[in-house]
């Protein structure tokens, strides 16, 4: 049975949620779910905006069909054509196969190395500042390349200020009939998810996302339609500052984020210890991770929001622990930049974990790295007490100094 939403009064979301999909991409654990959003507009022309994943295929289509009541599809407009937005164009196509596809050179190019059966008269190309009119509404593109593909584009309604935003606003988490942003609690309930979406998908691209923030800043938005996650009617400056923080790798919160790697739980009580006196010291707004038993995904997301990070590991293998390696190599790969870190080591013999890490980070672009430091030999003793709390010490100061 169809299922869709209006969004406006001749907009419609035709979209579906996943709640079987335990991998996005095949990497980002989802433990409430995901949603393909789509948009139909009834005009004097018909319109899609984008389509969805292939898992709600059918529901989608039967949205589709449901809203057009009838009528023919004159237009496909694509955004974005990563498979989970573009899996179901081939179904469209072969329903409604005098649709005309409205969408970037370069999308069309991925398009056909995807196999998509498109025939060129069928295409109309557009570049950045065209403008398409369906009747009563006119459009323009936009482009927004790396956001989060080099294709990618958003498209803006001038006659109602809908934004089309492709993956940029989108977050994880299933919709469940709700599918306002203001009909949930966001700042408790979705903020997390989104985060978690915008720094591991889009996060390496923060320069091309504070460029297309900027040419959103021109433009009269009234809704941010995204590609996945709730549609924004009120409140659009609140998570437009989301993302400013985000995408200039800003910390939203002074904060610290204590991630240990341990293998017989002696850093980990280090990590412990350094947690409590920090406390002691007032600063309380700290998570503390084991870098073995949280996907790295989750630790990206909180980079992106907290301003210290302390990394504790033990020495494996003459190295830095593999979990703890693998979330440095994230780190670099997602471009995360301005945060202070400070860094505890631990070893039996031969320690060099603290010196590896340091490398690591000193890699990265704009970081701060504490000079007080914690060397540990195999445990945490009396005689290490003073290097923690000088630690705690100087970490403290730094998120006071911030
Ligand atoms: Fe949700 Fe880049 O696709």
């Known amino acids: 049975m169809y299922n869709y939403r209006k969004v406006t009064d001749d907009l419609y979301w035709v979209g579906a949620d996943d709640h079987r999909l335990a991998l996005f ?61 573009a899996a179901s164009i081939e179904e469209i196509l072969l329903r409604w196969p005098e649709v005309k596809i409205i969408t970037t050179p370069k999308a069309v190019i991925i398009l056909r190395q995807f196999g998509f059966p498109i025939e060129t008269e069928q295409i109309a190309e557009v570049k950045e500042g065209d403008t398409w009119c369906f009747g009563t509404h006119t459009v323009t593109f936009v482009n927004a390349p790396m956001v989060h593909w080099p294709e990618a584009m958003v498209t803006f309604d001038l006659t109602n200020g809908v934004l089309f935003s492709a993956d940029a606003f989108g977050s994880f988490r299933s919709l469940d009939g709700k599918l306002f942003a203001d009909e949930h609690n966001f700042p408790v309930e979705w903020i997390d998810d989104a985060r978690r979406y915008y720094t591991n998908i889009v996060g390496k691209y923060g320069p091309q996302v504070m460029a297309l923030l900027k040419k ?69 707004n700290t998570r503390l991770y084991d870098v073995s038993s ?54 039996s013999w031969a320690i060099r974990s603290g010196a590896l890490m340091k490398e690591k980070v000193e890699a990265l672009k704009h970081m701060t790295i504490l000079n007080d430091s914690v060397t540990l030999a195999s445990s945490l003793r009396e005689q290490n007490i003073a290097e923690v709390d000088a630690l705690a010490d100087a970490i403290a100061a730094s998120i006071v100094a911030s």
């Open 25 to 85: 991409e095949n990497i980002h654990p989802l433990y409430h779910g995901v949603s393909y959003n789509s948009y139909v507009l009834l005009d004097e022309q018909t319109v899609l905006f984008d389509t969805a994943d292939w898992s709600v295929g059918r529901q989608f289509i039967e949205n589709v069909k449901a809203v057009l009541g009838g009528r023919s599809l004159d237009y496909m407009v694509i955004n974005h054509v990563e498979p989970d937005h």
């Open 216 to 284: 959103a800043g021109g433009l009269d938005i009234k809704y941010i339609c995204p590609l996945h996650g709730p549609v924004w009617r009120k409140d659009i400056g609140y998570i437009l500052d989301k993302y400013v923080h985000w995408a200039s790798y800003k910390p939203e919160e002074n904060g610290v984020m204590i991630v240990y790697a341990s293998m017989y739980g002696n850093t980990e009580n280090a990590a412990e210890i350094l947690a409590s006196k920090l406390a002691e010291r007032g600063i309380t």
């Open 294 to 347: 949280t996907h790295v995904s989750y630790l990206i997301s909180d980079l992106f929001k907290y301003s210290h990070l302390v990394l504790a590991s033990v020495t494996y293998n003459l190295g830095i622990f593999p979990p703890m390696h693998n979330f440095l190599a994230d780190m670099k790969a997602l471009n995360l930049q301005n945060r202070t870190v400070a860094i505890m080591e631990n070893g």
